[in-house]
């Protein structure tokens, strides 16, 4: 039987993230990030995952101000979770666009000896003007060479990685010798980076931090599949996820990637309850607070392109259709479908027949639960997703902080123990360890 | 306690700031990149109640040249980045002040911004940060972005005839710039979590930073909401007068180099004169400290094959001596000291056991921290943001 992968996601800066909950603590506070990594290390999870963005969201030109707005820095929190934790790996969401990789490879190798060998990066990339705005680079980069570009930037990092061998750290004081002559020397000649010199941190306790990848364009799966070590995914459903899995093993093989070589991990919601009844109402309760009237209006202009602010939440869908011009109102984040107007058509055909208004609709057509039952129905729906290749694992979105994955690892993690698929005890010390992807690097 | 408080804070680098520190036999050479070491340091500096810590960092391999390596395999090379190690040890402190360097040549200032806002997070108020340039070909050929001539022993003497030093320090100073505002690009009450109008901020209190300078332009706001200390502690290392026109202008604590009391006047004067009034001055010193420094400082010239030497006065002797000469100096007009331990643990603990117990026994240091935060233990009060109460 495979073994269960488990991640948890802070909850970050979208509508899943209930803010308006009583329960619902701090988004920025340490003690919330200590909370949520200490449940995941309780459950023995994997790692803890952060994701990012390097441009508050904006909306017809203001900031977005329904949602969660603010986050810390990645790295900078993960290394102090390093401290309150012991195990858990620890992973975090960097733009490869806005950042150069000699210092990026120097951030995430230090995390790696900092945190005893637990870092991870996931490598995600922009071309967009707007987050632009905030750096030096500016929005310079042409879509079609994202991934050219990350392909390269997440080479160079694995040459600087390897710049120290096991072996140019001596340290001994008989001797005299601390580092060998030649310790971190490297020179990359590349279309984008044109480097050389010396790096600064000695070989890793994993030599090279693990690597995940979010990209789903063609594109995206083929970079994910010839450099990724994991794959967060959007395909959390068993037959989208079953048809991901074999499309990414498959151009993974393209590549000479050994199978299990690279786990596919869908990013996943859920919602329990004592029975499937209590839980199917606590999702619809968690549905409807994700879902304010505001942002049920919010979400509908995404998809409509249009201001829509003057129509009634609880009233019809708009009879004029989305604008598809190529200038979207939404700035910070990826457009939610690719062919509005289609995708309209059945929303109004769905709102018709089942007499929905705006804010029913968008609860009905928008971020259902992933996994919706009691502790057994979970257990087993995710086991079940795992063995039959719908994925290696889940990245659990909890909906709020940082208290969303107590009940969780309470209830469902026993019960993927007692079926042996999930780790009683840590039996490894470093991330890639817990993955089984030790000897990969 | 009589006057104004001493402040005392010590910079931490790798086994300690003489080249051969790493083969004192009481060193632990093996574990320099390891959480632990820095957090026994950190807990060893905050047993004694000093103000805070800085961690050296560079983007390049220490080196004895003025620029690039030197080959050398007998001294400690590599570093951990510092600011992830001051987030490291951050929750495993309580009190003390935590000041990595960062660079502002080849950095993103948003980046910087953000991550030490965060520090300021995880550590509950206690973050600084010390801003360095990088005027080193060297460190340019890691980036490829720009050309930065080779700093050559003729400059050496006077780093003003530098050509791109001006240019350096002016980037430093938009870099600060931009960080400040970043700092103050979200108002303290930001956060409203208004059910009834369902938003979790108040729009109009986040504010586009707009800056435009010849290196980089910020839009804003930061990601980061307003860290706990408003502005964390921004210090600088100067040596001459561009830099300290620099830190007169940019940042909260200056670190300067006399090698007397008469030179620390002088330059405290300078320093003032140039329009850093509120600035808080400290006088950089490497220490070997106890009955046997002279003997360890003897036997590690030896090991290193050469008289160490340093920017800063070095200092040697007993803590009664150290504590002699830090309140004669003080007398110049320091706020304090950054004293660099030669030697580590040896020389901290020895300022910590050593020299703290005797400034408190002459009533010139504190015998608990009063504050919580790093501003609070300067006496600095929080500043509020610049943004306050506008409305866009």
Redesign the interface.
Known sequence: MKQVILAAHFPGVNNHTVWSDPASGSQIDFASFAHLARTAERGRFDFFFLADGQRLREQRGRIHDLDVVGRPDSLTVLSALAAVTTHLGLAGTINATFNEPYELARKLASLDHLSGGRAGWNVVTSSDAFTGENFRRGGYLDHSQRYERAEEFVRTVRELWDSWAAEDLVADPATGVFATANAGAFAHRGAHFDIGGHFTVPRGPQRHPLTIQAGDSEEGRDFAAATADAIFSRHSRPADGQAFYRDIQSRGAAHGRAPGSLKILPGATFALGDTDAEAQENADHIRRQQVSPQTAILLLEQLWNRDLSAYDPEGPLPEIDPDVSEDSIVKGRTRMSRDPLKTAAEWRALAEAKRLGIRDLIIEVTGRQSFIGSPARVAEEINESVQTDAADGFILVPHLTPTGLDEFVDKVVPLLQERGVFRAEYGTTTLRGHLGLEGDV | MSAAPLHLAVALDGAGWHPAA??D?A?T??I????AYW?GLAAEAEHGLLDFVTIED????QTTRLDG?D???????????A???A??????TGRIGLVPTATTT???P??LA??L???D??S?GRAGWRVQVSGRR??A?????RDIPELRPEHAGDLETFPVFQELFDEAADAVEVVRRLWDS?EDDA?I?D?A???????DR?HYIDFEGP???????S???RPPQGQPLVTALAHSRLPYEFAARSADVVYITPHDAEQARAVAAEVRGLGGGELKIFADLVVFVGEDARDRRARLDE?DGAAYASDAAIFTGTPGELADLLLEWRQAGLDGFRLRPAVLPADLTAITRGLVPELQRRDAFRRAYGAATLRGHLGLPRPASRYAGSRR
């Open positions: 790493w083969r036999p060193a050479p093996k320099l990149f390891t959480a957090a560079t983007l390049a391999l390596p080959g050398r395999t007998d001294q400690v090379r590599g570093r951990l980045d600011v992830l190690v987030s490291r040890i951050a929750p495993l080849h950095t993103e948003f980046h953000g991550a806002s965060t520090l997070y995880v509950g060297a460190e050929a890691h980036f490829g972005r979200w956060e979590r059910v109008t369902g938003r979790f901020v108040d729009r986040l290196r980089f332009s910020v839009r804003g706001p990601i980061v909401p090991l």
